[in-house]
């Protein structure tokens, strides 16, 4: 992705506050990087909820360090309007849903 695209999604939300272990207010955009997130899921089963695992979806980060000390941030893409979310399977409309 392109670092002037990101530099701008930053300075858009305002992302302007000092390093929180040094104070440097100098960062860089080092690259993008994925979190798997795992989130428990629910099915309905007979009038009540029933836990059925967690589901794994992906999170697009940016990285972020600071130039002083090495502090290392993320972003989510999604955030900053850079990426659109993804929503889990179990979070679409129709599956996993039993009405």
Do not use: W
Request: aromatic share 4%; hydrophobic share 40%; proline share 9%.
């Amino acid at each position: 992705m392109d670092r002037s695209k990101i530099v701008t999604a930053l300075n858009k939300k305002d992302v302007s506050q000092p390093c929180p272990r040094c104070s440097s207010k100098n960062f860089s955009v080092i690259g993008e990087s994925e979190i798997v997130v795992l989130r428990p899921t629910q099915v309905q089963a007979i009038g009540a909820l029933k836990p059925i695992g967690p589901v794994k979806t992906i999170m697009p980060t940016i990285i972020v360090t600071c130039d002083n000390c090495g502090y290392v941030a993320q972003h989510a893409q999604a955030s900053l309007d850079l990426f659109p979310p993804i929503p889990a399977i179990g979070a679409i409309k129709g599956i996993g849903d039993i009405e």
